[in-house]
């Protein structure tokens, strides 16, 4: 398998944030691996207030995550 997160250091919050979202989303991929069936999908819960709800805590954990492993970026402050 191909390396594709070599860390979870970056220079900024909003980059951490960034590599939430990505994370959200290639784990989506990996569990799904179809695009066919991933598009199908899409239109059944991007109208689902819970599942755009459930979408944006699996964020803020990949976030979290994200901002311990950088120190909660101390040195920008």
Known sequence: METWLPTLITETPQQGYELAVKLSRVAVK???PDAAIRDRLRPE???D???LIAVSQVVATHFA???AANGYWKHLG
């Open 30 to 32: 990996m569990t799904q």
């Open 65 to 67: 995550t994200i901002a």
């Open 45 to 47: 819960y991007a109208g």
């Open 49 to 51: 207030a819970d599942a």
